[in-house]
C-alpha cells in the first residue's frame, strides 16, 4: 500500500513541477505573453489525455505485460533527461508560428516524461484494484490532486526564489530518476499477483468500493460519457480562460499561472474526498453569485483595484470548477470503469484547453472566451441538475428561475460584445493578444486610439496639425519626451552631429516618430505583426515624421541578441523600453542580462528610458537596481495628465550615464530626486523575477 500511495504522489508532484518550470524556462524566448503559458497548458491536457488514453489501453493486456511495459517506457524516458531546451534551437525567429514552436519544444524535451507521470495515476490505481480487492481508488486519486497541488504551492514560495533555473531542471530531473524506481517496483509487484483471484479482485472490486463509489457497477451510458466530457471542458476552458485575464491586465508569471491552476485542484480534491465537501446548494448559489460578479468586473467603466480583480476572477473560477467537479464526483462511475472515466474527464480537459488556446483566437477578435465559459458552464450545470433530477426535488420556481437565469447572462454577455464593439474601428488577435483601434472624441478632438485589451497603447487626433502631436504617455514633458528633445546631442554645435539614432522597443501607435528630426533614425523592434500592420494603416506617425522610420519585427531581446552576435551593436543615442503586455511590461525585458544587452547597444552618452506607468505594480525598485548593474544613475520623470493637450499621466525612468543630461535646466526642474533615501536594491535575473515586492497596496 505505501508504495503505491508514494507513487502517485511523486508521479503528480513531478507533473505540476514541471508545468511552471517549463512555462518559466521558455517566457523570455516567446514574447512573454499570456498566450505562452496558455499553449503550454494545452499541451499538459493534451498529452495528460495521451498518458490516460494509454493507461487504459494497458489495462486490457495481462498483468505481466503491463508492468513490463510500463516499466520498459520509465527507463526510455529516463533519455529525455534533463528537460532543459536549447535556446540555440528552440528560440523564436521572425518566421516561425510561435504556438507551433512552443508545442514541437514541449513534445521534444518533456513530451515523454510528462506521458508516463501522466500515465501513472490511473495506471497504479488499476493495479491497485488488482492488488487490493474491495479497496476504494478514489482516495489515491485525492491524494494524486494533493500532490499536484504541492507541487504547485511550493514553486512560487519556494522553488522560483530559492533555485536558478539550471537547478530547478537538476532537482526535477532526480526526482524523476526517484520516481522511476518507485513505479517499477510497483509494476514488478502486479506482475507477481496471482491469476488465481485476479479477475474476482476486478469484479469485486467495485461492489467493494460500497455505494460511496458509485451508485451501481453497470457500464456508464452514452449520456454520462458527455456529461463527464462537458463538465471536464467547462472546468478547463474556465481555468484558462481566466488566467488570461489576470495575465493580460496584470504580468505574465508563474504566480499568475500557479494561483488559478492550484484553485482548480482543490475543488478536484475536495470533490472526491468527500460529497458534503460538494453540497449542491450551496456551490450552486455561490456560482450564481460569482459569475454575477465576473459579468459586472466586465464593464470596462467598472475600474475596480487589484485585489477585487483578483478576488472575483478566482472566485468565479472556484465556484464553478467545485459546481462541475461536484457534479464529476457525484456521477463516478464503479472503478472497474475507471481508466475510462479519467480518460473522458481528461479528454473534456484538453477540449477546454483547446478552444481556449487554439480556436479563441482565430475565432475571436477579444477574449471572449472568458464570459462564453461562464455562460457554458451555468448551461452544463443546469443540465447536469436536471438530469440528476434535483428540479423534480426542489419548489416549481427553481427550474424557471435558473433558465431565466441563464437566459439573462447570454442577453448580458451579447449586450457586453456589442457595447464593447462599439466605436470600434477594427480588432484583430492573434498570439500575442486582442487588439482594437478605436475612434472616439475627447476635449481635444476626434481621435484614433490602440488598445490592447483595456490598455491604451497611443492615439492620435485627426485634424490638422493635431496629428503631429505627440499624445498619451509621450507628451512633451514625459521623461521620453525630455530625452529626445534635450538629448545632449541635439545642442552639438555641429549641426550635422545633431542627429539621433532611437531604438524603441514596442511600436504603438508610433507615436514617439513624431519626436523625429531631420537625419534622425528611429528603428522600432516589434514582436506583433499586428501592431505593425494598424500602426501604418491607421495611425500617421512613422508615415509623417522627419526622421527614417524602421521597423524590426520579431522580440526585442532576442533581436537585440541575434544583432550583437553578428558584431552589429546599433548605437544608439537613446534607447526606449515601452513594449507593454498588458498593463506592464513583459518581466524578461527588466532583468539584469537584457539591460546588459541593452547597455551594448548605446554610445557612450546614450540615455536609456524605461516606461512603468502601470496600476498595479511598482516597477521603479526594479529597473533603477538593473540600471545601476550597468553603471547608469536612474532619474523619474513624473509627467501630469493635460486633457487639453491629450496628454495621460506617466511614468518614466531615464537612466544616463553621466550628469549632462540633467544639467539642462528644462530637464532637472521636470527631474523626480526622490527623498534622498535609497530603498532596498531589487534585483531580477532571467533566473528569478518576483512580483511581491512591487504588489502596489
Known sequence: MPVYALTIFLSSFLLFQVQPLIGR???????GGPAVWTTCMLFFQVVLLAGYGYAHVATLLDRWKQ????????LCALMFLPIAPSPDYWKLRPDDNPALKILLLLLANVGAPYLLLSATAPLVQHWFIRSFPGRSPYRLYALSNLGSLLALLSYPFLVEPNLTLAHQVSVWGWGFGVFVLFCSSCALQIGQVQAAGGAEAVSNSGAGAAAH????AVRPSMASFLLWLSLSACGSAMLLATTNMLCQDIAVVPFLWVIPLALYLVTFILCFNSEKAANRLVWGTLTVAAIIAACYQLVPQHNNSLTTMIVVYLAALFTCCMSCHGELARSRPAPRHLTAYYLVISLGGALGGCFVALVAPLA????????LSLAGTFFVLIVAWRRDGVFTRTSRWVP????????????FLAYHVVMTQNGSVTSVRNFYGALKVYADTDTVGKRLLLLHGRVKHGWQYSIGALRRLPT??????????????FHPRRFSPDIRQRSLRVGV?????????????????????EINPAVITLADRFFSYCRDSAARVEFVPGDARITLEAELQHNNPQGFDVLVVDAFSGDAIPIHLLTQECFAIYRRHLKPDGLLAVHISNKFLDLLPAVRTQGRSIGYWPVVFRSPENDMAGIEAALWVVLIPDIRFINTPEVSSRADFGSGTDPAPLVWTDDFASLWHILKR
Open 25 to 31: 524556462y521558455i517566457l523570455p524566448w516567446y514574447g
Open 67 to 74: 508492468g513490463w511495459l510500463h516499466l520498459a517506457l520509465l
Open 213 to 216: 463509489d458509485a451508485p451501481s
Open 364 to 371: 475571436f477578435n477579444d477574449f471572449w472566451e472568458y464570459p
Open 400 to 411: 424557471g428561475g435558473l433558465v431565466t437565469a441563464q437566459l439573462a447572462l447570454c442577453v
Open 472 to 485: 498619451a504617455y509621450y507628451g512633451p514633458e514625459s521623461g521620453v519626451g525630455l530625452a529626445l528633445r
Open 505 to 525: 522597443i514596442g511600436l504603438g501607435a508610433g507615436t514617439l516618430a513624431a519626436y523625429g528630426q531631420s537625419g534622425d533614425l528611429f528603428r522600432f523592434y
